[in-house]
DNA sequence: GTGGTCTAGACCACC
DNA sequence: GTGGTCTAGACCACG
């Protein structure tokens, strides 16, 4: 596990921890069937507790991504690959929505809210390497 | 006052009060110097706590949009349209560029980035009228 | 609130209050729209942890069954009747299925089991009243 | 040995084993004093960790169904076939007990139960043969 | 006052 | 070793 927890940006660090195990999911970092990180064990990594970790489990074996295994581990659905991408298509989808929607509802002239989508989203690509 | 508030989305109903004043005011909806209605009032026309339409007011007080005129109400300031503006674009930026962020992080590909954003540019326009 | 909880039926705590309040939907105990008692007062009532409440509360909105307002309490949601009725249903009509699917697995002769079913039946509608 | 273990059900593995082996001497597929498979060899069978096969068996010995022949293996008592019959009804009735309890503290109509009950029973005799 | 999050630490069943 | 449950207590945002 690879990734990164921030405590203070308003995202609960159990939804931060569930969604990049989404995203690592759709993006073909972890694959079906493997199993991932005990508890306790990504906690440590994560250095957060270990509650905070079973409850981003939890959330996830509730959309049958994640599926444990009795006395052993976690594991990664075989369906996970699927809904995790579409999960992911739809998370960023929406945000977006509910940003255009404010920018409209807002009457910010349209040519403007043009140039700062080109502007950001140059930046997102420099930002990407 | 025109505004619609949704008491369970998420965004805290104090600060969708104060976003739409402040976009009310960028747009020219209301003018520079206008008086807008009482706490009481405006609480009873949206149907939420007056102390949830108090504390938007301070804040948009705080950042000098809003102020007090002893012993008749509240009005916009002299300065607010401009601060209005340049604090809508900004809002708007940075929630655009944390969804930029997300997905550049979700490892989405680029070119479906860029599907999504056009699509959803396009369905916020027909949406506009 | 009129239930009670075992806390040492295999049954964990925070599943006894979900179902309960779920069943009290269902049979009209509770009504859409009601607000429900508060995380707190619930836990002093059935004497448990704040915690398991809330957990029992969470599962619940997970399935559009309990709505929060924000800094105000939990509602029951409108379309929660529906949900709950069929919901119960489905617990029991699954559960007696897999009973029924040990029975014979276990080769258990049909006229004693159909002489159990019967039995026991007319036992509970004893305990009913 | 030819029964089958679904680790992923929440019924404890070493239970299914348990309760399978009962089951299969209560209908005489296994006899008094006939040999069974020894812990490994089960195990590799069922693809499960030695531990929990002999879980089970020391269950079942604790309960005088198995015994252990000094050297040689583990073979099913003389005893066990009544035992084993008593169990089966015992663990079928006490299930189907607790399925009432719940539906009935559920206000469940009892009319709608008695046609779950009878849907359900027609079920699985189809699914017998 | 309300619910939500997080931490800490305990105990349990299972493998 | 694993995950699951529960308790206790703290802090925060919201109305």
Known sequence: MFFQINPSNGIPVYEQVSRQIMFAVASGSILPGEMIPSVRELARELAINPNTVARAFRDLQDQNILQTVRGTGVAVTHGARAKCISARTRVIRDRLRD??????????????????IDAEFENSKKRKH
């Open 99 to 116: 940003v255009l929607a404010e920018a409209r509802q807002s009457q910010l002239d349209e040519a403007e809210l043009q140039a700062i």
